[in-house]
């Protein structure tokens, strides 16, 4: 477990000081070596696969509307002949990550506006999937556990974040849910709105107060989470890179939930 001064091997170093210090230490190149297998071990995990599975889908689906848009024509032409290397180009430009981050919010929203329209609230996991604030606050006012677990052993506020509800989460952690809590994989809330790529939601959750050294059952945090796959624009966004770290590096030692 990671204490007050914990954090990544080797960071703050650039690649070729990595690489030289692997040379010259054989204990640090282990310890790299074994963090690396986790690093895989993670993104074979069923939940690593299910974010990615879904940025996949939202990426396709943000593709076909913006296809022809001035800001991004010329974006989702090169991926689609480069792949993975065209778009790391563009996610180490930051007014096109913000600009996109932007258009994929709005998208987001407007496809949690529709669904509102046909998805029937039967409980507080239904209100946390549909956005529903309304339905939350009468949930919590009415006395009901916001920290239930459903049928998959996740909480509504697990759920708020998966489906991207920015507005649910937010009730639930006004109306006292708990952020820390933990999915069958030991996955926090802050867990998956790192794995979903989900700055907003990641934000919101370190000012809450939310444990950024706790570790899932494959002893990641979520700092080491945001950083696995650069396939998440959170691994490139120094912003949020920088609060995991000081949440991790705040965090009392031996500090887990």
């Known amino acids: 477990m990671l ?31 074994e963090q690396a297998a986790k690093y895989e071990e993670v993104m074979q995990s069923p939940e690593m696969q299910a974010a ?9 689906e943000l593709g076909e509307k913006l296809k022809d848009h001035p800001d991004f024509k010329q974006f989702f032409q090169d991926v689609k002949q480069g792949g993975q290397e065209a778009m790391m180009r563009y996610w180490k430009d930051d ?3 913000r600009k996109f981050g932007r258009a994929m919010q709005e998208h987001q929203a407007q496809k949690a506006k529709d669904a509102e329209q046909f998805f029937e609230v039967e409980n507080i996991f239904d209100a946390a999937k549909a956005g529903d604030v309304e339905a939350i606050e009468d949930f919590a006012a009415t006395g009901v556990d916001l920290n239930e677990k459903g049928e998959d052993g996740r909480s509504a506020m697990h759920l708020a974040v998966a489906y991207g509800r920015m507005d649910a989460l937010r009730a639930l952690i006004k109306a006292g849910g708990n952020y820390d809590a933990k999915d069958p994989g030991k996955n926090t809330v802050l867990m998956y709105a790192v794995g979903y790529g989900r700055k907003d939601c990641t934000l919101a959750l370190l000012e809450a107060g939310a444990s950024a ?45």
């Open 3 to 33: 204490g007050g001064g914990g954090g990544m091997l080797g960071g703050g170093m650039s690649p070729e000081e990595l690489q030289q210090k692997m040379r010259d230490d054989a204990e640090f190149a282990a310890q790299m070596n």
């Open 52 to 60: 990615a599975k879904q940025q996949a889908a939202q990426m396709a």
């Open 95 to 97: 007014d096109f990550v």
């Open 213 to 257: 050294a706790a570790q899932n059952d494959k002893g990641m945090n979520a700092l080491q989470l945001a950083m696995a796959d650069e396939r998440n624009p959170l691994a490139s966004d120094q912003e949020v890179l920088d609060a995991l770290k000081s949440a991790v590096d705040a965090a009392p030692a031996f500090s887990d939930v």
